[in-house]
């Protein structure tokens, strides 16, 4: 039996095409301060919401996937979800967890009666401080386009770029039904620069970004 939970995961998993067993522990959640859809989680009729249980947690243990044993140790978790009958149409998303701190970032197109707006989500751990970023704050989209997402916020400013992929298919609900395929991936090359009044907290690379791009 499958398990998931707060303090980690069982796996056990055995079809034709595959099998996976194993176990991985997780170490203390890292929440928000508050959800990440502030005022807007209280909206009713909204085709998706979404959550962030933490935006970082130790990982370890190992797993079996069709014999093969893949282990974990101090490895980095990240934990969100989405609940609700559609994906956004046009979205970007992407997450990382990086020495001195974690980010996640969602750019989409929102339905809500009969008018569509471009929703932002987001929030930076840096060096033990919590940076939100949102529509309800004020955040606004000053760059989309062929993979890279620039937003502003009063004096901050988030860019994420994504430098090569290999995305691999997924399903996502429509009206209710798992008919839609995007494309995630788990394990991308990818830029990020965060600055505060005119001055760069942090810029680096790493292939260990997770995006997706279902906009451009």
């Not at 194993?22 to 009713?44: E, H, Q, S």
């Amino acid at each position: 039996m499958n398990q998931f939970g707060e303090k980690g995961i069982r796996l056990a998993i055995d079809t034709a095409q595959l099998t996976v067993t194993g176990k991985l522990d997780f170490g203390p959640l890292n929440p928000l301060r508050y959800d990440i859809m502030g005022p807007f989680a209280l909206v009713p009729f909204m085709e998706c919401r979404h959550s962030v249980r933490s935006m970082s947690h130790s990982v370890r243990g190992k797993v079996f996937i069709n014999g093969q044993k893949y282990s974990f140790r101090n490895a980095g978790g990240y934990w969100e979800g989405d609940r609700g009958r559609s994906f956004p149409k046009k979205y970007i998303w992407t997450q990382c967890c990086f020495c001195g701190g974690a980010l996640m970032l969602a750019v989409a197109d929102i339905p809500i009666a009969g008018i569509h707006f471009t929703g932002i989500i987001g929030a930076v751990l840096w060096q033990g401080k919590e940076y939100r970023i949102a529509t309800y704050l004020g955040a606004r989209t000053v760059q989309i386009e062929n993979g890279t997402v620039r937003i502003t916020q009063g004096r901050m400013e988030l860019e994420a770029r994504l430098l090569e992929t290999s995305h691999r298919p997924l399903k996502a609900p429509a009206q209710g039904d798992m008919v839609r395929t995007i494309h995630e991936g788990a394990a991308c090359r990818a830029f990020y620069r965060f600055r505060k009044e005119n001055h760069t907290l942090f810029a680096f690379e790493t292939d260990r970004a997770s995006f997706e791009d279902e906009i451009t």
